[in-house]
Every structure is written in C-alpha cells, then in structure tokens.
C-alpha cells in the first residue's frame, strides 16, 4: 500500500468537534452586558452574597503564616477526608472509607466533569432533569455521552417523576444525573419521591450521580440524601461542596463520595488534569466542617427572611412563583408579560437596571421563566421588586 492512500483527509479545524457542539452558557451574554452598567441590582449570579466565615479565612491564613503552599496527595488532606467522613456520618448515618471512598475535587464542578468522564463510554445515555443546572448537559456531552431530556414543570414542583425517567430508559442508559436542591427552581425532591427514582435505577442498574450541593440551604423541609436509599448506595456518586453553603465559593472545594471503584476511576482523571485541590481552600474546609455549623445556620435563617420576601414580592406583581424550598433560587413564571425569558430578561437589564438569567439558559423547559437569585441583601430584594413591578405593569399584556 502506498503512503499517499493511508493518509485521512479531515476537514481542518482548530478545534475539536466535540466541543463545537457545545453552546456558550446562556447566563454569560448577560454578565457582559451587566458588567457595563451602573447602578445594577444583580438577582444573576448564583453567589452568596457573604463573605467566608471569619474562623474559616483565619484559619487559611494561619496555614499560609506555617508554609502550607504545597501539593496534597491526589484524594486531599487526610484531615479533611477524615472530617468528612465523621461528616456523612453523623449527618446521614452513611459510612464511607476516607482512604478509598472520598474524593476532594475542585469544587462539585470538577467532581461533575470527573463523575461524567469516569463511566460514560462513547454513546452511553444520562438522564437529566430540564431544567437543570448549565453544566449538567456539557460534562455529558464532553465525555462523549448523549444527555437525554425529561421534562418537569411548575405544576408538579418542578419534581422529576420516576415514571417519566423510566420512558426514557434503553439499553444505553448508563446513569440519572439529578441536583437536589435543585438549580434554577430551588425545588426540593422529598424522601417519597426519590424512592422511586431508586427503584428505577436499582431495576435498570444504572448509576446515579446526585449533585447536593445545596443540601444545608433548606427551608422547613428536610434534605434527603440519595445515597441513604435502599440499596443504591453503591451505584450512586454523592457530590457535594463548600461553595454555597459556607460562602466558600473562591476556595474551589468539593467532593465526590462513591464505591471504591469509581473513585479510583475519578482519581484517575483528576491526578493527570488538577493534580490536587488547593492546599489552602483544602485547609479553609477542615474548619467548615469543624465549627461552621452556626455560621451556616445563620446564613439560613437569613437566606430564609429573604426567600419568603422575594417569592411573595414575585406572586404580588404577578408573577406566578411556586415555592421554592432549597438553595436560594426563585423560578418565577413570566407567561403573563408575553415575552420570551430571554427578552424579559435583556429589557428588565436595560430598562430597570435588574439582573435575572433567562430560564431558557438552563434548557428547554425553562423558557417562561427566570431564575432570581436571592442571595442578595433585602433591601436590594426590595427595590427590585418594585422596579420589576413597573416593568411587568409597563408591559402588561393588553
Ligand atoms: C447545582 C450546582 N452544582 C454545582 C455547582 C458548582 O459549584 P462549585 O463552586 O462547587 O464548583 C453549582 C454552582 O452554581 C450549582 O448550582
């Protein structure tokens, strides 16, 4: 054979197709038009507007005043594995190995991406909740696997059914990826309605990644944690984090929690792309889990004030916002003003000075709506509030 016929002709192309296909988030466009103006009350960002716990920057600082700039080992500090470990167990009475079963990622966004890559093979299925958080699709599709749609909706608490994730299961179907609390709409799946989705994935045996990052922000209602289910505790990948709830979100901490056997294959990944977490958010979340628990608990109580104000302000103007029980999200519809969550959100920016993301930025079935971050103080809540009000009275339909 001649050399001139082994050669491929490929279409030339800088950068990969795999990530071509992937559109920018939704939520950017709208952080550079913001970033432009003055005056702006920001409901966009899904940020604590707190700053960390002073215990926990001071004892970051004193780490840096020893020396602590160095790597850690691959999984993170032995120390913060073992607090988390006493962690999962006091809080959920779950065991699991600080040695083999834990992982300390750069924040849960690296434990999504690192969840996705470790048992997605090319065309494998995973089924997502829409709407869901942005990254939820991507780390899919960049790990080569097809994400697969099932629609929720306000009229059912934007709770993902069993039964709607059982249509959609087929021989390729490798895992569900859910977030509870969830990311726009703040709804909360209780206990009754994950055991289902259990049974669905022990029947199918398909994995589970639970995203609970939001786990300690809830409202009056209880956090279930999937992997106390019957039975899935070996099939599920726990992710959680410090950036919301300890108003850590620059330390860049989070962690997976899984079998053995798929934190080895995580680990994998992660020593040849991060190496390791930062040393000193590492060192920051020893002290979180130590003694944050009274900071967390009155960030609580005022995220709580905050929610109840924001989500009888949104039903008052009209509209129609179901209750949102965790994270610190409110999902109002804006069916009523006749615009598209885009166009809603660009002119209530340029006309009212107000930042919400469109609903259509976290998938399909979050066109109507706009996500209202109220990790902002009240006052802020307040004033835009009212300078929504004028926008949705100015564009009333006739
Ligand atoms: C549902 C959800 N998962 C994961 C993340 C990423 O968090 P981290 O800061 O731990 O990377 C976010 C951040 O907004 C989120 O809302």
Redesign the pocket.
Known sequence: MSTKSRVHHRKYSLTSRRVEQLSPSGIRKFFDLLASMEGVISLGV??PDFATPWHIREAAIYSLEKGYTMYTSNLGMPELRQELSRYLKDNHNLDYDPDSELLI????????DLAARAIVDPRDEVILPDP??V??SPCVVLAGGTPIMVPTSQENDFEISAADIETRVTSKTKAILI?NP???TGAVMPRDKLLPIADVARRHKLLVIS?E??ARLVYGVEHTCFATLPEVKESTIL?G????AYA??GW???YAAASTEVIASMTKIHQYTMMCAPIMGQVAAIEALRSGNTSVAEMVEEYNRRRLTMVKGLNDIGLSCFEPRG?FYAFPSIKSTGMTSEEFAEKLLIEEKVAVVPGSAFGQCGEGYVRCCYATSLADIEEALSRMKRFVSKHKKA
């Open positions: 899904g940020e990622t750069v924040g849960v966004s690296e434990g999504l869901c958080y990254s939820y977030g969830a990311n726009p995203d990052i939001y992710l984090g410090f950036s919301k850590m979100t860049r901490i989070g994270a």
